[in-house]
């Protein structure tokens, strides 16, 4: 009798061992198919992934690169007044930010121009027809609120 116990107790451990990781992989599952949701409402990825990211960094990449274009926008919200680029846009962020901060510090132009792309591609922003000279010598293009 004690030992039919034993094995009924190691068996309901290994049981709920195989749930927990049953669990698991429905969450995990469920994670993926949100973010799956996410870049399928924006029609391209708020994220691109050249660098081969998984789990939890590409999350948080994403995370990041979603709190970013949502930065932009509300400059572009809060100066809707103004046209913009990405250098515009990153030289403000950056004299605005506090003495302690250092979010956009190191913070690659690229990086907000692949902003700028995901809010066009959201029909969010628009590029105009006006350029002017850029930080590199380059002309560039004047960006605004779609209408």
Not at 70 to 93: Q, Y
Not at 116 to 141: A, H, P, Q
Request: aromatic share 6%; net charge positive; glycine share 4%.
């Amino acid at each position: 009798m004690g030992r039919a116990i034993g094995s009924f107790e190691k068996t309901d451990v290994r049981i709920n061992e195989n749930q927990k990781t049953i669990d698991m992989k429905k969450q995990q599952t469920l994670f993926d198919s949100m973010d799956n949701q996410v870049n399928d409402l924006f029609e391209h990825p708020v994220f691109h992934n050249t660098t081969g990211l998984k789990d939890k960094e590409l999350k948080a990449a994403t995370s990041k690169a979603k709190a970013q274009d949502d930065v932009i926008l509300e400059c572009f919200k809060t100066f809707e007044h103004l046209k913009l680029t990405p250098e515009r846009c990153l030289r403000h962020l950056r004299i605005m930010e506090q003495p302690n901060e250092n979010r956009w510090a190191n913070t690659p132009l690229t990086s907000l121009r692949r902003s700028f792309s995901n809010l066009k591609n959201r029909g969010l922003i628009e590029k105009t027809d006006v350029m002017i000279m850029g930080d590199y010598g380059k002309r560039v293009n004047l960006w605004r609120l779609c209408k």
